[in-house]
């Protein structure tokens, strides 16, 4: 039976291939006669499948050419250079007060505006201190009345010690005239009332000591008492007259005044910002400094390194300034630190809080490469050629610099370049290890004369 199959399969095969169709009755009688063996029909219509697929035609390939790229490059040169920073600045000054009022109260006085410029002590404003002096004057009288209460119980406290050293004596005298009445009394050279009249005056004596003593005790403990109501009245006293003082509003410093926000008969309260005053000979630049550059810049502010410059562009100016200090602490998520920086000559048009762009100059860097930024990809990582073929290489970037025709570059070290190296300056998007790249005439090979590569891909490709 699977002889007379195979048989079968191959007369279909024949018919198949000939087109021609005589037997394919022969075909469907022998159909019918397997419709009692399933396992045979199943072998006959893999054998068909399998027919199929093996005469199938075979499609072509298609051999493209690979596709050169077009870059520009740029040959590698290390050599010195000075890194530069660009920033952004706020002006700032540390003579920078808000002044407030001290007290509540009425406005008596404005005597600046903004934009003037004031020395230090000058008055600025003034409130009304009619109350204030009132409450001054109650205070000092206060202040006298306890000094006279003082010096009232310091006399009488003299004039008890002095009664003291009197009624020390007399009961000396009291003690040694009964002392001698009881000897006499013995010798009965006198009368026992003569002996009992001794002892009395002796009691009499001890009581005045000891009621002298007492008196001076009391008088020294009301001493101390007016002493610190003293000390109280003159606290309240200086309070009062420190009021008044508050009262005008001076300059703490020599500067020019901002944002004056009172008027003549307005009412201000305690704590209400009343003006500012800063002071534009000590004008600084806060800018934030990255945190990789801070060791380096504290290296170079240490050995007083003349090659630390800034400038500031204000308005259409660019404006020398000096890098002074930098901060020890780093701001909490920035990855920074803060840097202070001043102009060498303070500018006369910009306004204290002004955002301003600043060049920082790095000191100079050894076996440096200057490359446009479109060289770079990510931030450590560029591309060579090697034989017509993109190569990538790892860079450490240590800053910018604008070129003289105010082209900016990025200053990059790399230790796998080399003098003479061709490092690709033009962006690609899909960038990537291996790609063929054409140079421009004189860099290299011609176009003509690039190495291509045949690949086979599937018809519709």
Known sequence: MEKAASNQAAVAKSTLQNGDFTNMRKLLDFARRLRRGPLLVLLLAFGLAALLVATRPERPTVQLPERAWNVEVIVAEPRSLSPTLELNARLESPEDASLQAALAGDVLEVLVRDGDRVETGELLARLDDRDLRLEL???????AEITAQLQLERRRLARNRE??????ELLELAEKNAARARELYKDKLVS?????DSAEELKRAQLAVTSRLLAIEESELRSQQHQAQLARAEALRDKAALDVERSRITAPFGGLIADVDISVGGRVRAGDTLMR???PQRLELRTQLPTRYAALLREALSRNDESLHASVRVGSEELPAKLMRISGQTRAGSGSVDAFLKFIEAPASVQLGATLRLLLSLPAQDDALAVPAEALYGRDRVFVVEGQR????PVERLGERQTSDGRSEVIIRAPTITAGDLIISSRLSAAADGMLVKLPPGYGLEPDE????????????
């Open 137 to 143: 004057v109650q205070r000092e009288a206060d202040v």
């Open 163 to 168: 009664a003291l050293a009197r009624e020390r």
């Open 192 to 196: 026992l009332a003569n002996l009992d």
């Open 277 to 279: 005053l800063y002071n």
């Open 390 to 393: 993109m190569v990538s290489r």
């Open 450 to 461: 690039a190495e291509t590569r045949l690949v086979k891909t599937n018809e519709g490709v």
